[in-house]
């Protein structure tokens, strides 16, 4: 399996890293605007080529698979070009920036022989695929309510272009949508940031879904890194509760009331989710674990919530 990446940046080495590992793939190129970001991740990790520009090495290459981790504006022009030679893309979150993009990224992968698998990395960890069995059984009921923080530390305002929304709520949208479900009804939608204006800010979103469950979603981008909180997420149903937090446990409330410890390892989850790639790519089929629809509903609620924030009112995905 001979594999690209776009992206030597922060997320793009851990790739790297454990792409570089597996004794079934040939990492063949990398590429990165700073081409000495490329050449520094090429030699560290014995990969023969590097680039500046993804697209060129991509077409000059013709890898089994592209995987993009560069900014996000970037991602659908890259992944669009692979496309078209019909090479699968795994697309780092955002996969685009907009809800039109990624339908178009969406035509682009539907014209072709290639596939879009969304980089929501939180589906393969093992911690919260055993959250959101627990939140969808009748031992929590008829879901009444999704609760996420997922706060940063402020070195997020200057390192990223994209909006916290875009960037980091994006997951706990994702998250909600999966134990819930991608209900077809309307959604309302306010939010609100403080301090305006800023992305060193705390975001705070109230969702309504067209099932009647309402989401609670916060992101602040304001902590010093020594005293950021754990991510951490609710489900309140009909019957009971279940809640994880990332340090290491599940707690549900209800008739069982009891904590399981976790763990959540994001190295595992990282290569569950290469491994889903790989295997797809090898089997010419569609990703099944979490899909360009997907990301595609929650790129619908995230514009809406952007919208809500510039105008301050209710909007609707």
Same mark, same amino acid.
């Given at each position: 399996?001979?594999?690209?990446?776009?992206?030597?940046?922060?997320?793009?080495?851990?790739?790297?890293?454990?792409?570089?590992?597996?004794?079934?793939? @040939?990492?063949?190129?990398?590429?990165?605007?700073?081409?000495?970001?490329?050449?520094?991740?090429?030699?560290?990790?014995?990969?023969?080529?590097?680039?500046?520009?993804?697209?060129?090495?991509?077409?000059?290459?013709?890898?089994?698979?592209?995987?993009?981790?560069?900014?996000?504006?970037?991602?659908?022009?890259?992944?669009? @070009?692979?496309?078209?030679?019909?090479?699968?893309?795994?697309?780092?979150?955002?996969?685009?920036?907009?809800?039109?993009?990624?339908?178009?990224?969406?035509?682009?992968?539907?014209?072709?022989?290639?596939?879009?698998?969304?980089?929501?990395?939180?589906?393969?960890?093992?911690?919260?695929?055993?959250?959101?069995?627990?939140?969808?059984?009748?031992?929590?009921?008829?879901?009444?309510?999704?609760?996420?923080?997922?706060?940063?530390?402020?070195?997020?305002?200057?390192?990223?272009?994209?909006?916290?929304?875009?960037?980091?709520?994006?997951?706990?949208?994702?998250?909600?949508?999966?134990?819930?479900?991608?209900?077809?009804?309307?959604?309302?939608?306010?939010?609100?940031?403080? #301090?305006?204006?800023?992305?060193?800010?705390?975001?705070?979103?109230?969702?309504?879904?067209?099932?009647?469950?309402?989401?609670?979603?916060?992101?602040?981008?304001?902590?010093?890194?020594?005293?950021? #909180?754990? @991510?951490?997420?609710?489900?309140?149903?009909?019957?009971?509760?279940?809640?994880?937090?990332?340090?290491?446990?599940?707690?549900?409330?209800?008739?069982?009331?009891?904590?399981?410890?976790?763990?959540?390892?994001?190295?595992?989850?990282?290569?569950?989710?290469?491994?889903?790639?790989?295997?797809?790519?090898?089997?010419?089929?569609?990703?099944?674990?979490?899909?360009?629809?997907?990301?595609?509903?929650?790129?619908?609620?995230?514009?809406?919530?952007?919208?809500?924030?510039?105008?301050?009112?209710?909007?609707?995905?």
């Amino acid at each position: 399996m001979r594999l690209v990446v776009a992206g030597a940046g922060a997320f793009g080495r851990e790739h790297i890293r454990l792409l570089s590992a597996l004794a079934d793939v @040939d990492l063949v190129g990398i590429a990165d605007l700073d081409r000495t970001a490329a050449q520094q991740a090429a030699d560290h990790f014995d990969v023969p080529e590097v680039a500046a520009d993804a697209i060129e090495l991509t077409n000059r290459l013709r890898p089994d698979g592209l995987i993009v981790a560069t900014p996000g504006p970037t991602h659908v022009a890259i992944a669009t @070009d692979a496309l078209t030679l019909g090479i699968p893309v795994l697309v780092e979150k955002p996969v685009a920036m907009t809800f039109a993009d990624a339908a178009a990224l969406a035509n682009a992968a539907a014209a072709g022989s290639g596939f879009v698998l969304p980089g929501h990395v939180l589906r393969f960890s093992e911690a919260h695929r055993r959250f959101v069995g627990i939140a969808q059984s009748n031992e929590v009921g008829p879901i009444l309510s999704v609760t996420a923080r997922r706060h940063r530390d402020d070195d997020h305002a200057r390192r990223y272009v994209e909006d916290p929304v875009l960037m980091t709520m994006v997951h706990d949208i994702d998250l909600a949508l999966w134990v819930t479900g991608n209900d077809t009804g309307a959604t309302n939608i306010l939010a609100c940031r403080r #301090p305006p204006g800023t992305s060193r800010s705390e975001t705070l979103a109230t969702i309504e879904r067209g099932s009647g469950a309402v989401w609670r979603l916060a992101t602040a981008w304001t902590f010093a890194i020594a005293s950021c #909180p754990t @991510d951490r997420i609710e489900v309140v149903g009909e019957n009971g509760s279940v809640e994880l937090d990332v340090d290491g446990s599940i707690r549900i409330f209800g008739e069982n009331p009891r904590r399981i410890d976790v763990t959540v390892d994001y190295d595992e989850a990282l290569r569950a989710e290469h491994g889903h790639f790989i295997d797809c790519v090898r089997e010419g089929k569609s990703p099944t674990a979490v899909t360009l629809d997907d990301a595609i509903a929650g790129l619908s609620v995230a514009e809406a919530i952007l919208a809500s924030l510039e105008t301050g009112e209710v909007t609707r995905a």
